[in-house]
């Protein structure tokens, strides 16, 4: 599965955006998807994972009830809806796919995005 992350951008505390990923090949529909971040200076943390069916998901305690992940399977994407954001929410975010199970291990994860610049000015 190749991945590519789209729709980053700059926007004020308490704004949203709406995160995408497009993935290529006829496989998509049979992995779990995740979103992972990168703050400057930071590791890479999970942000929201996904089952292949959209039938459950998995989110990080610092974005639950702010984030959600969504699937469209039959476009190939997952998405990224970022609500009420921070500016402690800045980082470069990646999509990514693994196999099987709603991992919130990198290294579980197979297959990366190039990352999208969230940017959260206060």
């Known amino acids: 599965v190749q991945l590519q992350a789209s729709g980053g951008g700059l926007v004020q505390a308490g704004g949203s955006l709406r995160l995408s990923c497009a993935a290529s090949?006829?496989?998509?529909?049979?992995?779990?998807m995740g979103w992972f971040r990168q703050a400057p200076v930071k590791e890479r943390e999970f942000v929201a994972a996904i089952s292949w069916s959209g039938g459950s998901t998995y989110y990080a305690a610092s974005v639950k009830g702010r984030f959600t992940i969504s699937r469209d399977n039959a476009k190939n994407t997952v998405y990224l809806q970022m609500n009420s954001l921070k500016p402690e929410d800045t980082a470069v975010y990646y999509c990514?796919?693994?196999?099987?199970?709603?991992?919130?291990?990198?290294?579980?994860?197979?297959?990366w995005g190039q990352g999208t610049l969230v940017t959260v000015s206060s």
């Open positions: 990514a796919a693994r196999r099987y199970g709603l991992g919130t291990i990198q290294e579980e994860y197979h297959s």
């Open positions: 090949g006829r496989t998509f529909s049979t992995h779990t």
